[in-house]
């Protein structure tokens, strides 16, 4: 991992916020629709998160990422 410098190329993910829950959210990307987009880019390319259209970013690191089986409401309760 390495820290942003001056004339680093960065990939940005722009932040969405489309709901209050997995379930309110439009379709997403799979795994391997993200490896397929990513193979475009060179290795060294950096990825960054960028929210509010720029007024604030965001790193990604190993311990960003957090898998889950996503229940509904009545679900979850059980």
Do not use: A
């Amino acid at each position: 991992m390495k820290r942003v410098e001056k004339g680093d190329m960065v990939l940005f993910i722009n932040g969405n916020r489309d709901g209050y829950s997995p379930e309110q959210c439009d379709r997403t990307m799979t795994v391997g629709e993200l490896i397929e987009f990513l193979s475009d880019f060179d290795d060294d390319t950096l990825v960054m998160m960028k929210n509010d259209n720029g007024y604030t970013y965001g790193s990604i690191g190993y311990v960003d990422f957090e898998d889950e089986v996503v229940f509904d409401d009545e679900e979850s309760e059980d």
